[in-house]
């Protein structure tokens, strides 16, 4: 289903920000300018049988322990690309959006997003994103929050988004 129209029918306001594509959601925070911390990225893992979206800041990275306790699994893992292209089919691939509902899957937000009033999220396609408020995309997706998440630090002599050398 096209985000777009999933949040019009649902009557949500949104800003579409257009970008060339980038590799990583912490990329994609700098091409629209705004605070990566802001920026959500989306991580469909495998937890037990099911999958589930996991949604997060674009500068942490996911406590795949800490996510396995909040949704009661024994094992959770990242999922395959393969897995993301057989679940995202109406997406370009390595587009993820954080609406696990559209998609039939229970989603998660590590609950550090909610501190913003707006979040940036991606939308069908890698140079589309999407700003709307925090409470609008709850309020639609009913995620369960909770903190799984933990900020990325980085290497000494490198930083966040961009490759040494």
């Known amino acids: 289903m096209c985000i ?8 949500v306001r949104f800003e579409a920000m257009l970008h060339r594509p980038a590799a990583t959601a ?4 700098k091409s629209v300018h705004v605070p990566g ?17 996991a949604v997060l800041p674009s500068t942490h990275r996911v406590e795949l322990d800490r ?7 024994d094992r959770v893992r990242l999922a395959t690309e393969d ?11 390595g587009a993820v959006p954080p609406f696990g509902s559209v998609y039939g899957l229970t989603t998660v937000v590590d609950s550090s997003l909610a501190a913003w009033a707006e979040i940036v999220v991606e939308a069908n396609l890698r140079h589309e994103d999407l700003r ?18 933990r900020p990325i630090v980085p290497r000494k002599g490198r930083t966040l988004g961009r490759r040494a050398g």
């Open 26 to 29: 912490s990329r994609r925070a």
């Open 132 to 149: 709307l408020r925090y409470r609008d995309f709850e309020a639609i997706e009913g995620p369960i929050r909770a903190r799984f998440a």
């Open 67 to 73: 996510l396995a306790a909040v949704l009661e699994a």
């Open 4 to 11: 777009r129209g999933y949040l019009l029918e649902h009557r």
């Open 37 to 53: 911390d802001q920026v959500a990225k989306s991580v469909l893992v495998r937890a037990d049988d099911r999958f589930v979206l």
């Open 83 to 93: 897995e993301l292209a057989g679940i995202f089919t109406d997406c370009e691939r």
